[in-house]
């Protein structure tokens, strides 16, 4: 079973913290994904990474960067959080064209 | 910029009825697209297309590709409260394999 976890269920921070979000893969996937969930907005890509190091913008990428260090773990840094990144966080990982498994997602809030 | 646009939005129906729920389009370098259901958790995978005219099928869904209007449908059959969910419709496209969501159509079955 493929098993894709992120490192908290829930987190609140307060504004201007530095927030980390981590997300660790164990099929060997090249890609993955870092998402955001909002009521009405459905999923939006923040960064994806194609490969170890190797990182590409996706639709809202301000006030976000990654990092992919190793090829399990791909990284979701806020570098100075705000409430408007108050929000669901999904990470995904595949291989190129399949599908995309899902870890369980963070609720980040903050205050 | 990429766009995958479903319809409806939101859709209420009595159980045993028949549903269809559309999704729609627009990317560059089209590669396959998948949908997903959603209940209270992350994102589960129900089918990926890739070619135009081919059904897929599971149980009570179906699922097709038209490649050439840019468009693709689910359908669910014989409807039960268990199929009350998002679902979701992405687009994996271009050469580093970005995946953008549609932002889901939320279906309710009620008794």
């Known amino acids: 079973d493929v098993k894709v976890t992120q490192s908290s269920r829930y987190l609140v921070k307060r504004t201007g913290e530095k927030v980390f979000l981590e997300c660790v893969q164990d099929?060997?996937?090249?890609?993955m994904f870092w998402y955001r969930q909002d009521p009405g907005l459905g999923l939006r890509l923040i960064y994806f990474?194609?490969?170890?190091?190797?990182?590409e913008k996706g639709d809202i990428p301000e006030g976000y960067s990654v990092s992919r260090e190793k090829k399990e773990r791909f990284s979701l840094i806020l570098e100075s959080a705000s409430t408007n990144q108050t929000s669901m966080y999904l990470c995904?990982?595949?291989?190129?064209?399949?599908?995309?498994?899902f870890g369980p997602g963070t609720r980040l809030t903050v205050t | 910029e990429d766009k995958v646009v479903q319809s409806p939005l939101s859709l209420v129906v009595h159980e045993g009825d028949t549903v269809t729920l559309n999704c729609s389009y627009e990317?560059?370098?089209?590669?396959?697209l998948l949908w997903y259901k959603q209940e209270k958790k992350a994102p589960t995978f129900l089918f990926m297309l890739?070619?135009?005219?081919i059904e897929k099928k599971s149980g009570r869904l179906s699922s097709i590709l038209d490649k050439k209007e840019l468009f693709s449908i689910l359908n669910i059959t014989a409807t039960q409260t268990g199929d009350s969910a998002i679902y979701l419709c992405?687009?994996?496209?271009?050469?580093?394999?970005?995946?953008?969501f549609g932002t889901g159509t939320k279906l309710q079955v009620i008794p």
């Open positions: 990317v560059t370098n089209f590669r396959s």
């Open positions: 099929m060997d996937h090249e890609n």
């Open positions: 995904a990982s595949s291989f190129p064209s399949y599908e995309q498994y």
């Open positions: 890739t070619s135009s005219g």
């Open positions: 990474s194609y490969d170890v190091k190797m990182k």
């Open positions: 992405a687009v994996v496209s271009g050469g580093y394999q970005k995946v953008t």
